[in-house]
T-cell receptor, first 115, second 113 residues
Framework: AAGVIQSPRHLIKEKRETATLKCYPI?????VYWYQQGPGQDPQFLIS???????DKGSIPDRFSAQQFSDYHSELNMSSLELGDSALYFC??????????????FGAGTRLSVL | GQQLNQSPQSMFIQEGEDVSMNCTSS?????WLWYKQDPGEGPVLLIA???AGELTSNGRLTAQFGITRKDSFLNISASIPSDVGIYFC?????????????WGAGTKLIIKP
């Protein structure tokens, strides 16, 4: 079965550069979520979108923005990168943002290294 | 932010042993999920629980949704080397306005040679 696709898998950037991460949800899934995971930490929720509208906002820095497009894929844009932004970034998708069965399925992640 | 209390933090076991880990919360949850994460990979869903008291199995894995809706446990029977990884519990609080998953800190499973 098709899974959540994230690209790129690895990304190396310099401080103050920008980065764009892409997420392609499971077909028919209309909700995407972005998480940041530092070493040894649990995933920290950044932001989510349902039907192309922001549905929830977590600890996303002002330097980051995201959107969901008409084909339901999503992009996370990160500007003025800092060393502390180095982490694994995961995208998850679900069928709907609410209800007892909106299980989130995760992509393999993008490892961002800021030098 | 809000976090589930997941224990133990890590476990060192012999191959073939049974494993048990749990998560507790001070608030009520509608859904409990158990994920496994391998290094450098995304969390993979193992078991989803929707009703208080529900007991669900997935092969050698068994998980239960606590009757109080504030806890859940995951058991792994007869562990094998590929069970190594970090296991996360995650839950959806009982709230009309918040659909974010709340995560436990993870249980790192290590199999002793």
């Amino acid at each position: 079965a098709a899974g959540v696709i994230q690209s790129p898998r690895h990304l190396i950037k310099e401080k103050r550069e920008t980065a764009t991460l892409k997420c392609y949800p499971i077909p028919r899934h209309d909700t995407v979520y972005w998480y940041q995971q530092g070493p040894g930490q649990d995933p920290q929720f950044l932001i989510s979108f349902y039907e192309k509208m922001q549905s929830d906002k977590g600890s996303i820095p002002d330097r980051f923005s995201a959107q969901q497009f008409s084909d339901y894929h999503s992009e996370l844009n990160m500007s003025s990168l800092e060393l502390g932004d180095s982490a694994l970034y995961f995208c998850a998708s679900s069928l709907g943002p609410r209800g007892a069965k909106n299980i989130q399925y995760f992509g393999a992640g993008t490892r961002l290294s800021v030098l | 932010g809000q976090q589930l209390n997941q224990s133990p933090q890590s476990m060192f076991i012999q191959e073939g042993e049974d494993v048990s880990m749990n998560c507790t919360s001070s608030s009520i949850f509608n859904t409990w999920l158990w994920y496994k994460q391998d290094p450098g990979e995304g969390p993979v869903l193992l078991i989803a629980l929707y009703k208080a008291g529900e007991l669900t199995s997935n092969g050698r894995l068994t998980a239960q949704f606590g009757i109080t809706r504030k806890d859940s446990f995951l058991n792994i029977s007869a562990s094998i080397p590929s069970d190594v990884g970090i296991y996360f519990c995650a839950g959806q609080p009982r709230s009309d306005s918040n659909y974010q998953l709340i995560w436990g800190a993870g249980t790192k499973l290590i199999i002793k040679p």
